[in-house]
């Protein structure tokens, strides 16, 4: 694929002995492409990433996959506390909330996908370690928000995806056992167990289940996220992971 190159200056070295085993996706948040890449690269912004894809589809790489991007900042996704030094970061243009959450266009999510096949075959990354921003930083970040479609990019092998399972009746619900339910094996699938109750599951349902946005815990959450921490239990692949 034809990629831009257009170097950011705001980089460092990855820590030693970690290896890169995840991929990160974010959305800009912007108007336009043009304020987005100017943002990026700017040195007293002290933000950036790997790769930039405008929504025709074109893709631009700011910093070498080599190198440490600034695009993670506070969170962690299983042992991994240090996300920058372990990811690859990608951004989306999209301006999100402020033109209500519009959809990622075809050219753009086919450029991403492309993307992420040579991503993952460069560096040995399963599909289950491609994560939202709002998965490593619940109540903090929300991007790539609830219009990003998390089922076509697991349908085609680069993310995963496992469909909600039906729900129960309130009568049949006990909350303090899904509670911990969910807890745990969201832990397992690799949320912080240091996260609030409510933002891990604002999180989740981001992702997985978009639809439920704003509900009680209940058992199509449980039983959802039971089958992904059953199937995609987080193994953290790199030395030094913490």
């Known amino acids: 694929m034809n990629i831009i190159q257009w170097p950011s200056p705001n980089f460092g070295p990855r820590r030693v002995g970690t290896v890169i085993d ?3 996706l974010h959305y800009t948040g912007m108007e336009t492409a043009e304020a987005a890449l ?5 040195p007293a912004v002290e933000v950036s990433c790997h790769y930039f894809i405008g929504r025709q589809g074109a893709v631009y790489q700011l910093v070498d996959d080599g190198a440490r991007a600034w695009h993670a900042g506070a969170g962690r996704w299983g042992a991994v506390d240090d996300v920058n030094s372990h990811s690859i970061g990608i951004e989306l243009c999209n301006s999100g909330p402020l033109n209500a959450l519009p959809p990622f266009p075809h050219a753009q999510m086919t450029a991403l996908i492309a993307l992420l096949a040579a991503i993952r075959a460069r560096h ?3 599909p289950e370690r491609v994560i939202a921003h709002s998965d490593m930083a619940p109540g903090r970040k929300v991007d790539p928000g609830r219009a990003f479609d998390w089922r ?3 349908l085609v092998g680069q993310s995963v995806w496992l469909p909600s399972a039906p729900g129960l009746g309130a009568d049949q619900q006990e909350a303090q056992p899904f509670l911990k339910r969910f807890q745990r094996a969201a832990c397992v699938f690799g949320y ?3 996260v609030a109750d409510d933002a891990m599951l604002h999180a989740f349902r981001l992702r997985f289940a978009p639809g439920r946005l704003g509900q009680p815990l209940n058992h199509a959450d449980v039983s959802q996220i039971e089958a992904l921490s059953g199937a995609y239990p987080c193994i953290d692949g790199g030395q030094n992971s913490a």
């Open 192 to 194: 912080s167990p240091t």
């Open 152 to 154: 076509w990019l697991g």
């Open 22 to 24: 995840l991929v990160v």
């Open 38 to 42: 100017n943002r990026l690269c700017d």
């Open 124 to 126: 040995c990354i399963p």
